[in-house]
């Protein structure tokens, strides 16, 4: 079980795509040091979730994060950050390592500095970022390299693998572009369905040849390819949304996911655990005879589950059909 906290909107870059529409302003109202104590005592009182994923924004950017990572790993959590990598330096590794984070997620979109640079509309943004790799390495941190597929990069996917092998991460998740916050200005460069779905077949391959985990994000159907193949895969479910995954806002407020806006809760009204537990927005999407057209009537439904941000931005409900269900695995006789 796993939950999302973007414990700040600010930002070092301005990346493209930040569905956040994160920047280097300072912020206001988002959650204290307190505040985020309590968010963790609410989410260790629900008894099921292990890792908490600091992100943002950029969360090297809050002064007290060491703070928060050793109040989460006192509670039981297992503490990890979502970073652009371009702040980790060798004695900010050391001091979140001594604090008990225990792994990072760095964003790295291309092989080519110029093409991650250019993304992340930051010069020099690549170099900081393989910097801040081989820093959480050197202290013995877990590194996951986290790319966003688009058709500028998809074409170097396993460019990016071998990258990843040889910086010793141990996990390489390519997250496909979701058209939510800036995402939704750069549409021309999501993948076309067939682009989609020949990406995925080509991930899967390529978790074949290379020892290293390789996981689609935001891309479930997945789940239904590697059933076909007869792939064995440690994930029970392909979107998460809402079942065993969720995001909280810099200010307190619960969201589905970091792209669905859809509000679930605010831990500055309630306890983390009884919104988990109580949310009708949870509730609906736990229920699988809520899911409409495609989805609703998928064989592979408990495994995939759609996209429901997708769904969301395509037909204006969370709980339609993943617009990429006309041309998923269990659609069209399997032709995709």
């Not at 005592?41 to 928060?68: C, M, N, V, W, Y």
């Not at 939510?180 to 989609?196: F, H, M, P, V, W």
Request: proline content about 4%.
């Amino acid at each position: 079980m796993i939950l999302s906290w973007n414990t700040t909107k600010r930002c070092n870059l301005y990346c493209k795509h930040c569905y956040r529409d994160s920047d280097e302003h300072p912020q206001e109202n988002e959650l204290t040091l307190e505040e985020g104590m309590k968010l963790i005592d609410g989410i260790q009182a629900t008894g099921i979730f292990k890792i908490l994923i600091l992100s943002g924004g950029e969360p090297l950017l809050r002064e007290d994060l060491e703070d928060l990572v050793s109040y989460a790993k006192s509670k039981g959590l297992i503490p990890v950050l979502g970073t652009n990598g371009t702040l980790l330096n060798l004695e900010r590794a050391k001091s979140l390592k001594a604090s008990g984070l225990a792994a990072v997620g760095v964003s790295l979109d291309s092989v080519r500095a110029v093409s991650h640079d250019g993304f992340r509309q930051t010069p020099g943004a690549f170099k900081q970022a393989i910097e801040g790799i081989k820093n959480a390495k050197a202290v013995g941190l877990r590194v996951q390299i986290n790319p966003t597929l688009t058709r500028d990069n998809v074409g170097e996917l396993e460019q990016l693998v071998q990258m990843s092998v040889e910086l010793g991460a141990g996990a390489m998740h390519p997250f496909f572009l979701v058209e939510a916050g800036r995402g939704k200005c750069i549409t021309e460069n999501a993948l076309s369905d067939q682009e989609y779905f020949d990406a995925l077949n080509e991930i899967l391959k390529l978790q074949t040849q290379y020892d290293i985990e390789l996981k689609p994000t935001c891309a479930p159907q997945f789940m239904s390819l590697a059933k076909q193949l007869d792939m064995l895969m440690r994930f029970t479910r392909g979107c998460l949304a809402g079942i065993s995954y969720c995001c909280i806002l810099p200010d307190g407020v619960v969201h589905v996911c970091p792209y669905l806006p859809i509000v679930a809760g605010d831990v500055r009204e309630k306890s983390f655990d009884l919104i988990w537990k109580n949310s009708e927005v949870f509730k609906a999407l736990r229920e699988a005879s809520n899911y409409e057209g495609n989805c609703g009537n998928c064989s592979d439904q408990s495994i995939c589950g759609g996209c429901r941000a997708r769904a969301f931005y395509k037909n204006g409900h969370y709980l339609a059909e993943d617009p990429m269900s006309r041309y998923c695995f269990q659609q069209d006789g399997g032709k995709a």
